[in-house]
């Protein structure tokens, strides 16, 4: 999938860099297997507003929370999955380098998907804005589609 506009970076960030007030928008946990799940702290007063590409029904935003309300929420909504092992949070950098939001994701089983990572979300600025594309991982997807109960015909 190629998505036209500037991808920004994520990388690895410490709960103790989250400060301010941020809004929150949670992504998935639909149902207790759900693995498209993701919560992205937008931090308030930032020069960019944080979309994501989906339906609302996909999604809730909560506002004006406190970097700990925000971390301890976002933590406990990535939870949500029956496969869930642990999280990891990363900084999301602007076109300059300056960390204007976190993502929280869940890692699950390697031995069940074949890597923790299941994701595949992208950051990207666009107008002024950041818009996020989140999909499962291709290969995820396909063994997923496979265990479907159809056969090698197809049927």
């Known amino acids: 999938m190629?998505?036209?506009g500037n991808h920004l970076k994520t990388e690895t960030a410490k709960p103790s860099e989250v400060t301010g007030t941020y809004t929150l928008l949670?992504?998935?946990?639909?149902?207790?297997?759900?693995l498209e799940n993701v919560a992205i702290l937008d931090k308030e007063g930032?020069?960019?507003?944080?979309e994501i590409y989906a339906p609302a029904s996909r999604y809730r935003i909560k506002s004006g929370l406190t970097a700990d309300e925000a971390l301890r929420e976002a933590g406990q909504f990535v939870k949500c999955?029956?496969?869930?092992?642990?999280?990891?949070m990363?900084?999301?950098?602007?076109?300059a380098g300056a960390i204007i939001g976190y993502e929280v994701r869940p890692?699950?089983?390697p031995i069940r998907f074949g890597m923790?990572?299941?994701?595949?979300?992208?950051y990207v600025m666009k107008e002024s804005k950041i818009v996020v594309y989140i999909k499962l991982d291709p290969t995820v997807e396909l063994e997923l589609r496979d265990e479907g109960g159809r056969d090698r015909d197809g049927r």
């Open 2 to 4: 190629s998505i036209a």
């Open 26 to 34: 949670l992504y998935g946990c639909r149902y207790p297997d759900d």
């Open 46 to 50: 930032g020069p960019y507003p944080v």
């Open 81 to 88: 999955s029956v496969h869930y092992q642990e999280s990891r």
């Open 90 to 95: 990363s900084g999301i950098s602007d076109p």
């Open 107 to 109: 890692l699950y089983s």
């Open 116 to 122: 923790y990572d299941v994701l595949n979300v992208q």
